[in-house]
């Protein structure tokens, strides 16, 4: 294991400020490292260089949308997990997620479902 896969670290990747820090709130006891990224392509750099046990995504996204930064990091890393936190309860959005790669996928209006995949996923 190198230094980048050595700690349990989570990235939240999300265009509002607001809403990354809310999630950050929500993983009070993850003793890991907090990744955060407001773009996909720094989405997908951040990935390549700390490797994060699990990704909290974002469908909107200012550069690019959620759903393509997914395929495009699965394309690189096929085990990558990544869940899909978005308001859009429709299921196209939950088809294509899952189409792209996402392990899971959450509402905005159930935040606290994250806190149970994220501890589910990186024990």
């Known amino acids: ?5 050595s ?4 990235l939240i990747v999300d265009d509002n400020a ?19 990224c407001a773009d ?4 997908i750099n951040l990935y ?9 995504m974002d469908i909107r996204l200012k550069s690019s949308d959620g759903i393509t ?6 394309q690189s890393f096929p085990s990558a ?3 899909m936190v978005s308001s859009y309860g429709d299921e196209r959005f939950r088809a294509a997620a899952k189409q792209a790669g996402a392990t899971a996928y959450v509402l905005k209006d159930n935040l606290y479902d994250v806190v149970g995949l994220v501890q589910q996923r990186v024990a």
């Open 48 to 56: 390549r260089r700390h490797r994060p046990s699990i990704v909290l």
């Open 69 to 74: 930064t997914t395929k495009n990091i699965k």
């Open 18 to 36: 607001g809403m990354r820090q809310m999630l950050r709130f929500m993983l009070p006891y993850f003793s890991g490292e907090v990744l955060e």
């Open 1 to 5: 294991m190198n230094q980048n896969q």
């Open 40 to 43: 996909g392509q720094e989405a």
């Open 7 to 10: 700690a349990t670290k989570v």
């Open 81 to 83: 997990n990544i869940v």
